[in-house]
């Protein structure tokens, strides 16, 4: 396990693709789960991935999975984000909801905020073991980048209502969402994510941000892209920098 935990750091810190096979792969969920975290002492978020119908097309999973992000790889209400780090980045739009209590059962208590953004998947798997799902998990579900924008406190009637939301990358035409895009809605996926979470022992805490999943197929990106997201009666822009 450590091994692999060294070379997935290794490749994410240098930029390129992980020296490693399908046989170095965890065989469980929860050995994955155990490599996504090693190292990852400071956690500002989590991204859920397996949401959609695209995603468990490819992973054949049942439920959600999740990866952690430290600080360095989140971004709040910047006008625009570096990925010159990342390796074949992707872009989805997202709804971000902030944890709170997650024990309390009233739901403004749980997540206290939200926000709409873009999550950047960046795996370092080579491509055969980035389609296995302990891959996946043990490569921090893809970690890469996490953009939030519109940061405003949760409106549960906005959230627990069908929306629909609309994606723009650069001059390409508008590709639409649906709430409905990811199974339970992001809410629903925000909640399967705690119980596994709790399940699993992460180190939940309070101003920890949750990537829901993404409302759209995402799409490859690069310096000097533009993107635009609109939902719940928000719009967010973001420039991918020249940096």
């Known amino acids: 396990m450590n091994q692999l935990v060294m070379e997935l750091q290794r490749a994410r810190a240098q930029g390129n693709v992980a020296r490693v096979g399908l046989s170095d792969l965890p065989e469980t969920h929860a050995e994955a789960y155990k490599v996504g975290l090693c190292g990852v002492t400071d956690i500002a978020a989590w991204k859920i991935g397996g949401a959609n119908p695209w995603s468990r097309k490819v ?22 984000l570096d990925i010159s780090r990342l390796v074949a980045p992707l872009a989805e739009p997202e709804i971000i909801l902030e944890l709170g209590d997650w024990k309390a059962e009233c739901l403004e208590k749980v997540f206290p905020r939200m926000g709409l953004g873009f999550e950047i998947p960046a795996s370092v798997l080579p491509e055969d ?5 302990t891959g996946q998990i043990a ?34 035409g508008p590709m639409a ?32 941000w949750i990537a829901t999943g993404g409302l759209n197929p995402a799409v490859a990106v690069a310096p000097g892209d533009k993107l635009s997201f609109t939902a719940l009666g928000t719009n967010v822009v973001l420039d991918i920098s020249l940096q």
């Open 59 to 80: 992973f054949e999973n049942c439920e959600v999975f999740f990866g952690p992000l430290t600080p360095d790889e989140i971004s709040v209400e910047t006008t625009s």
């Open 129 to 133: 073991a980035k389609a296995q799902l």
């Open 139 to 172: 490569d921090r579900a893809g970690a890469g980048a996490l953009w939030i924008g519109a940061v405003q406190p949760i409106d549960t009637a906005l959230l627990e209502a069908e929306f629909d939301s609309v994606f723009y990358h650069n001059d390409a």
């Open 177 to 208: 969402g649906h709430s409905c895009n990811i199974f339970g809605g992001p809410l629903g996926a925000a909640y399967e994510f705690l119980q596994l979470a709790k399940r699993h022992g992460m180190p939940l805490q309070s101003g920890q």
